[in-house]
């Protein structure tokens, strides 16, 4: 089993920009498509973005694409979002996640995933 711990969460006015950090332990995730969620309250668990182990190839949802970048150093076990040109309705928990290794796809829904992180806040706020 893998644990991923994400970091980097915080305040941030409209506008401005956060990266998100997610480490994995436990196992190697370099053979994973790895993805971030988010959940606003009173809502459902969102796809944000993911990078698949073959290629590195992204895939973003509609709300964040073209302000949020994806990607992933195997060598750090370590998945990031880049997130810029923030708005307020971008606040949400994030989380990010590992699907088993070897699988294929975009894996857009959180159901693909085994392995998730605790999540971290985002606020975006004046």
């Known amino acids: 089993q893998v644990q991923l711990v994400e970091s980097g969460g915080g305040l941030v006015q409209p506008g401005g920009s956060l990266r998100l950090s997610c480490t994995a332990s436990?196992?190697?995730?370099?053979?994973?498509?790895l993805g971030w969620f988010r959940q606003a309250p009173g809502k459902e668990r969102e796809f944000v973005a993911s990078i698949l182990w073959i290629g590195d190839s992204t895939y973003y949802g509609d709300s964040v694409k073209g302000r949020f970048t994806i990607s992933r150093d195997n060598a750090k076990n370590t998945l990031y979002l880049q997130m810029n040109s923030l708005k307020p309705e971008d606040t949400a928990v994030y989380y990010c996640?590992?699907?088993?290794?070897?699988?294929?796809?975009?894996?857009?829904?959180?159901?693909?995933?085994?392995?998730w992180g605790q999540g971290t806040q985002v606020t975006v706020s004046s």
């Open positions: 436990g196992r190697t995730v370099n053979s994973a498509t």
């Open positions: 996640a590992a699907t088993r290794p070897g699988a294929l796809g975009v894996a857009p829904f959180a159901n693909d995933y085994v392995s």
